[in-house]
């Protein structure tokens, strides 16, 4: 499915693509999320976006803001949402640096995400955002050699 998400001012228009959300949870989504987490898109402001700490790399924002501005279709970032109300971002932190430049840095620009919510009766809701939530991703980070 192809949807649009644009800007809070309308002047800039990103295409998403949302096949790139379930191919990420069959290949790469922990594996403690299988069958236990369902996905709602929704459409949040770029403001409310908590990006995961790990490394970003300038050539590759650079990929996605080109196929940004050339009107390709990108997957929406997936998220959970925080304690905070916020969105970690568990897939898609160069895309969400790449909006970011697109927008020029404007915080209220709306994007659509791809929110993954713990499935009802799949044991409990609490202990499964805990998963879901950005600790998992600290502990199973390999370190590099020095």
Request: aromatic letters at 10%.
């Amino acid at each position: 499915m192809h949807t649009t998400g644009a800007t809070a001012i309308g002047k800039v228009a990103v295409r998403f693509e949302d096949h790139g959300v379930y191919d990420w949870l069959w290949r790469h989504a922990p594996c403690t999320w299988y069958g236990k987490v369902e996905t709602k898109f929704t459409s949040i402001p770029l403001r409310r976006i908590e990006r995961s700490e790990s490394c970003t790399h300038p050539n590759r924002i650079s990929e996605w803001l080109a196929m940004m501005r050339a009107g390709r279709a990108v997957p929406p970032p997936i998220v959970c949402r925080t304690e905070h109300d916020y969105f970690y971002v568990h897939d898609g932190n160069h895309r969400c640096a790449a909006m970011y430049e697109l927008f020029g840095g404007d915080e209220n620009s709306i994007i659509r995400v791809a929110l993954m919510v713990p499935k009802a009766g799949s044991g409990s809701a609490t202990a499964h955002t805990q998963l879901m939530g950005p600790t998992i991703w600290r502990r199973h980070r390999t370190r590099r050699p020095r």
